[in-house]
């Protein structure tokens, strides 16, 4: 069966409209600040969103993506650390867009999100926001300062200083591998002082820093 074809509309890029393919859609939204774009299943249903609102659509998407917010008493946990950074990742295929991020344990507030990145693996993008983590609170004057993972395979790279991705580089994902080599690079400069946790899932639920798409 042949993949369904789809459509994909950008209202904010270097030009904006409806077009049938992605590789004309990245060129319009890659790189430029605040890119706001959308697949459709049809090119009825993707005109009809252009000339429509836009806010309507990114609104619904990300709703659909984030899904509903479960909230947890971490403080009920005497075992967590409250005063941490948790990372996690999110990869919607293997490979496929990945995008990772870290949230303060003790408040959910997100510190930083990065991504989608076109490419890449889960593994990668733990990784990444691992050695994001440590370099964000090395830079804040914070060296003792908890980080929790979920990812053997992050904890590993990092503890080796070095990641054993299988993925081939590819022009589509040269930004993530840049991203990797620039990691790596700062992983093999600094001394790692920041205790890594890691999150007891089975006893704690999803870390707080899960983009809850399981």
Not at 190 to 206: K, Q, S
């Amino acid at each position: 069966m042949a993949p369904r074809r789809k459509f994909y509309v950008v209202w904010n890029g270097y030009a904006t409209g409806v077009f049938d393919s992605w590789e004309e859609c990245q060129l319009q939204v890659k790189g430029y600040p605040d890119a706001k774009y959308k697949s459709f299943d049809s090119q009825e249903a993707a005109v009809a969103a252009y000339r429509g609102d836009p806010a309507e659509q990114l609104d619904i998407l990300k709703a659909i993506a984030k899904g509903p917010a479960v909230k947890v008493n971490y403080e009920a946990i005497p075992e967590i650390k409250l005063d941490a950074l948790a990372v996690d990742a999110a990869c919607s295929k293997n490979p496929g867009p990945v995008e990772y991020r870290g949230v303060w344990v003790r408040t959910g507030e997100q510190i930083f999100h990065v991504g989608p990145l076109q490419g890449g693996t889960n593994n990668i993008g733990e990784y990444l926001a691992l050695v994001h983590g440590l370099a964000l609170l090395h830079k804040q004057g914070q060296p003792y300062t908890p980080i929790y993972t979920d990812s053997r395979t992050a904890r590993s790279w990092v503890r080796n200083r070095q990641p054993k991705t299988t993925l081939k580089p590819t022009a589509q994902n040269a930004e993530l591998f840049d991203m990797m080599r620039r990691a790596t690079a700062w992983l093999q400069s600094h001394e790692i002082t920041n205790p890594i946790l890691t999150w007891d899932t089975p006893n704690w639920g999803e870390i707080p820093a899960d983009f809850g798409r399981k």
